[in-house]
């Protein structure tokens, strides 16, 4: 539909394995004890402190660090934790619409998201924000309560706007981060390492959206809430101390299902699917009603459309 | 000459040991607040930085409103190189090498501050360039970790070369050292303009997203920095055999009044426009002067520093008042009082409330952040009151490579 930024190669490129190696070798064992002993837990690993960048990883190298994770979640949950690495299918960018004139703002849709992306519990990490507006203001977010708790919903004189990430071709999350811990994958969805990430949150101060959220404790996921169908970009358990976002539910909708939101949604609200697709119902929607972008003079350019179905 | 130097770093590490009991106590005291830090940081790493007010509305907060108003103190450092370098006026010169101190002090505290506020510490390596892997030239953040390096590295060896001369009974190199000073001033400039350039990149944040924000940094810092040193070249002077004339003090103040005039003209060129025009980008600074939905807790603080402001720049404006001891002084007091409001929760606070969904989510530094904050302040004032302690007699020409031994050796009563 659009002309795409470049991306960044998702693969890990075999030429840059020596160099991380010998970086590997640069920083040493000391360093690790050092840092081992400024976490204060103790519980960092040498592999999980020399990690590198997921996108300089060797195919090898991200085998060792997946069956490595999956190794710690189980100690931890006392579980299996699949951790996937399934990667953009070709020929799709993914597009999410969103129809104001049907969302009631019942928010299954922001808890769907927490149990389904294994977000902390306590406190609560939600992706996706649900703003009660009021109908004489239109889309005004001075006047936007994200707490509101009437008996019944939707409420006189009032409609709902849910916020999440836009996932923009022009992401100032990724622009700003310094370390390069967060980028736009090749389908569009904007992802965080966050075995890269040093929690500096010069992401959360650029984004236009509030869409990215922080660890600010240890992230609280009882074992028995623990969602085990994972991807390394996308819903595996988080360590404390990094910036988290939605990310489209990437272990689902790399794999041809929709993202729980979608799936949940009790009034069709919510439209997802594929941009390139001419045939899908996104591209229907976009062709069809009247869509706009939130905060569109900012030039984030979101594949996230809000539209009035009716 | 690599004997000599070894011999310079004993010597300085044995003359830094040595005072009297002001002196300890002063050490004692500042190792209190070390310690008080150290122990809130280490609590902090355990907890995560929940044991912070910070949270996703207001996601930076004490810590990196301290190190905003630091890199101004940083860059502030030129306000004396300028005029001693620039227009060899020789009354200022002397004292140059004490600006670069308190900008390498002031480094080292910015430095601190960020590595506070980052997440994940331990992950500190993937910044490093080469080693990690720096997003530059994209992220202003990867910038200011490179500007703000290099200014301290430059600091550093001119300090360092300056006072090893001094030490050998050597006159410096002026080919070496006179570049250096003049690249100083671009690189002061480019600190504090890259750090605002870090928020005013944000279209996300209106209230920085401003064409006058670095200028008004610059200005600003150029306010701050020297009323630290008006103040403590006046102890210098007392408590050292250090003169500083007058004439010097007088005329940095007079240049002060400028800067600060300048700095509260953009103040009101900023507020015109966004007052004004009245558009809804006006929300932020009707929460910082007017409050907003009933919340109004940064309205008296920013008051508090316009007040001090404008009464500090009428100070330093009248002639009269600036050669007035007493009003000097309060002058320096009511300005640093006004930038370190202003610098710090003053721009990172109502930058992110209402966040970016409009929410209001009321920030307040808590035990923790003010513990940590006390415990870098204290890292600055120490790393500065060391290197004075050293540079005092070296400067004055009591403490060389010769003399050195015999004075340390000799069991006088120590000045500072």
């Known amino acids: 539909m659009t002309a795409q930024e470049p991306i960044q190669p998702a693969e890990g490129c075999a030429s840059s394995t020596p160099g991380g190696g010998s970086r590997r070798e640069f920083l040493g064992t000391a360093v690790a004890a050092v840092a081992t002993a400024l976490t204060g837990c103790g519980k960092l690993s040498h592999e999980e402190f020399l990690q590198h960048n997921f996108r300089e990883l060797s195919k090898d190298e991200v085998r060792d660090v997946i069956a490595r994770l999956e190794r710690e979640y189980k100690e931890k949950y006392g579980r299996e934790v699949k951790v996937t690495n399934t990667a953009p299918l070709p020929g799709v960018i993914f597009g999410y619409a969103l129809d104001l004139s049907r969302c009631i703002g019942c928010r299954r849709c922001v808890h769907a998201c927490v149990k389904e992306n294994n977000q902390s519990r306590s406190p609560e990490v939600q992706w996706i924000r649900v703003l009660e507006l009021e109908k004489e203001e239109g889309v005004n977010l001075q006047h936007a309560d994200q707490y509101y708790d009437p008996a019944e919903v939707p409420r006189e004189g009032h409609f709902y706007m849910p916020v999440q990430c836009q996932q923009c071709k022009k992401p100032p999350c990724v622009k700003v981060c310094p370390v390069g811990a967060t980028w736009r994958e090749k389908d569009g969805i904007t992802v965080v390492d966050y075995n890269w990430c040093i929690g500096c949150r010069y992401c959360m101060a650029a984004c236009p959206y509030g869409a990215r959220h922080f660890n600010w404790g240890e992230p609280n996921l009882p074992p028995d809430q623990v969602n085990p169908d994972t991807h390394y970009l996308g819903n595996r358990p988080r360590p404390k101390g990094v910036v988290e976002k939605c990310t489209f539910c990437i272990q689902r909708t790399r794999k041809g299902l929709y993202p729980a939101c979608v799936e949940i949604c009790p009034t069709g609200s919510r439209k997802f699917g594929n941009l390139l697709d001419k045939t899908s119902e996104i591209r229907y929607v976009l062709e069809n009603k009247r869509v706009f972008k939130l905060k569109e003079e900012l030039n984030t350019q979101p594949n996230f459309f809000y539209f009035y179905g009716v | 000459m690599l004997r000599n130097f070894w011999q310079f770093i004993t010597d300085t590490l044995r003359l830094i040991t040595r005072g009297n009991r002001y002196y300890y106590a002063w050490i004692a005291f500042l190792l209190l607040l070390i310690a008080i830090g150290t122990g809130a940081y280490i609590g902090q790493v355990n907890e995560g930085l929940i044991v912070t007010r910070m949270r996703d509305q207001v996601s930076w907060g004490f810590y990196i409103g301290n190190f905003t108003f630091l890199v101004g103190v940083a860059a502030a450092a030129i306000m004396l190189v300028i005029p001693a370098y620039v227009y060899d006026w020789e009354p200022i010169k002397e004292i140059t090498i004490l600006g670069e101190m308190l900008a390498i002090s002031a480094l080292i505290m910015c430095l601190g501050f960020v590595m506070v506020d980052i997440g994940r510490p331990d992950r500190f390596w993937h910044i490093i360039p080469l080693v990690g892997r720096l997003n530059w030239p994209q992220s202003m953040l990867a910038w200011d970790v490179i500007v703000l390096n290099l200014y301290l590295l430059l600091n550093w060896f001119v300090v360092t070369y300056l006072l090893f001369c001094a030490y050998t009974d050597r006159h410096y190199v002026k080919k070496l050292v006179l570049p250096l000073v003049l690249l100083s001033i671009p690189m002061a400039v480019s ?44 102890v210098l002077r007392k408590t050292t055999k250090l003169s500083i004339k007058d004439e010097a003090i007088f005329k940095i103040a007079e240049l002060m009044a400028y800067t600060m005039g300048f ?51 009428i100070l330093f404006l009248v002639p009269r008042f600036r050669t007035n001891w007493t009003l000097l002084n309060l002058g320096c007091v009511l300005i640093y009082a006004s930038v370190y409001i202003e610098k710090g929760m003053g721009l990172i606070i109502p930058g992110l409330t209402p966040d970016a969904l409009g929410e209001i989510y009321v920030y307040r530094p808590s035990y923790t952040e003010v513990a940590v904050a006390a415990g870098i302040f204290a890292i600055g004032f120490l790393v500065f009151t060391l290197m004075l302690k050293a540079a005092v007699p070296m400067m004055l020409g009591e403490f060389t490579l010769t003399r050195g031994r015999r004075r340390l050796d000799a069991p006088e009563a120590d000045p500072v």
């Not at chain 2, 350039?197 to 209106?206: S, T, V």
């Not at chain 2, 980008?281 to 409050?291: A, P, T």
């Open chain 2, 263 to 313: 700095n509260l003209f953009l103040t009101a060129a900023e507020a015109f426009k966004e007052l004004y025009s009245g558009t809804e980008h006006m929300v932020y600074f009707q929460y910082l002067l007017f409050g907003l939905k009933g919340h109004t807790t940064l309205v008296p603080f920013a008051w508090a520093s316009i007040l001090c402001g404008l009464a500090a720049f």
């Open chain 2, 191 to 234: 600190i504090h303009t890259v750090t605002a350039y870090l928020y005013n990149g944000l279209a996300a944040r209106p209230f920085w997203n401003s064409a006058i924000l670095a200028p008004r940094f610059l200005a600003s810092a150029f306010c701050s920095g020297p009323a630290i040193l008006l103040i403590l070249l006046q």
